[in-house]
């Protein structure tokens, strides 16, 4: 596979698993190109084209030296310059695949949390109350990733001829899915069990042995789960702590999510919302594993770093 037929795979991915499913992103990306058509020839120059096509702009392809054939990849959560020296030291990689955004992915992060608006909705949280207190959420977000050192990664790979690109939402869709699907299936009655059940899936008993696995933030384990959602999953990173009283609300009872801030737990607690942390590391990592298995599918060699605890799911 070529660099770009791996993040065109990529996104295809995080379509497929979006909880606004294929219609809700075809208008999202409609929207865009309206509010495109209608800016001075000026602003058009300075629009960002890549938002009319894709609708995860915290995903991006940094850098290509050369677009040759994939056969080894060096993939982690956290990509810096240390990891693409490690790409360096290790020889023989042919693209370098980070999780969390870095470059204009990263200055882009807040454009993906729009997601989370739908997401809440299709919880029953009337979207009304989402858009209102995302939109204030989203732009603290913008004007927070605006100071970091956005191409600091990116410059590395420059110096070095490594070709990087890195997959963020796409793959917290599929981890999202991938929990939806299993605790619909399951239906773990007490928060106890919704632990239980997450301790089964290999990258949770991995990061169990580290100190890192599923914990409960609030609640306790024989208080019972009521409606579990998986709103703070995917969308970019946590939303607004004022959502908890609406979530529950709207009946929402317990709360899945990758990790959770001192001032998100307090308002959860006092909306008497139970949360189960699934993990932040093992989390991104069952998302990434997921895209990660089609590249192996197709006979790439994966090679793990900064944090990704690789499980391949494939049958061999
Ligand atoms: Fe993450």
């Known amino acids: 596979m070529l660099i770009k037929e791996i993040y065109n795979l990529s996104i295809k991915m995080g379509i497929e698993a979006d909880f606004r499913g294929k219609e809700g992103i075809k208008k999202f990306l409609e929207r865009k190109k309206e509010k495109y058509e209608k800016l001075s020839e000026k602003e058009k120059e300075e629009f960002d084209k890549d938002a ?18 994939v056969k080894k990849v ?3 959560i956290d990509i810096e310059p240390a990891e693409i020296l490690i790409a360096k030291e290790i020889g023989g ?3 370098v695949i980070a999780h969390h955004p870095i470059g204009k992915g990263l200055a882009h992060l807040a454009d993906v949390m ?9 919880y029953g949280v009337p979207i009304n109350i989402a858009e209102g207190l995302m939109n204030e959420r989203i732009e603290e977000v913008a ?3 605006n100071k970091l050192n956005h191409q600091r990664t990116v410059d590395a790979a420059k110096l070095l001829k490594v070709n ?8 917290d869709n599929l981890a999202a ?8 299936k399951k239906k773990p009655e007490r928060i106890g069990d919704l632990i239980n059940l997450l301790k089964e899936i290999p990258e949770y008993k991995e990061a169990m042995k580290i100190g890192a696995g599923p914990k409960i933030f609030v609640g306790a384990p024989e208080n019972r789960c009521g409606r ?13 702590p004022k959502l908890y009283e609406k979530m529950a609300n709207a009946g929402i009872g317990t709360v899945v999510a990758m990790h959770q801030s001192e001032e998100h737990r307090k308002e959860a607690q006092t909306a008497n919302v139970n949360v189960v942390i699934a993990g932040h590391m093992s989390s991104d990592s069952l998302g990434v594993n997921l895209f990660l298995d089609e590249l192996e599918k197709k006979g790439i060699e994966i090679i793990p770093c900064s944090g990704l605890i690789r499980i391949s799911r494939i049958e061999k």
């Open 177 to 184: 899915k991938f929990l939806k699907d299993l605790i619909e």
């Open 114 to 122: 729009d997601l989370q608006c739908d997401v809440l909705s299709f």
């Open 74 to 76: 060096l993939t982690g």
């Open 143 to 145: 004007r927070g990733v």
């Open 93 to 95: 990689i042919d693209l």
């Open 164 to 171: 990087l690109m890195n997959v963020h939402t796409p793959c």
């Open 228 to 240: 579990i959602t998986l709103t703070e999953i995917t969308g970019g990173t946590e939303g607004s």
């Open 52 to 69: 009319l096509e894709n609708p995860y702009l915290d995903s991006r392809i940094y850098h290509i030296v050369q677009d040759k054939e």
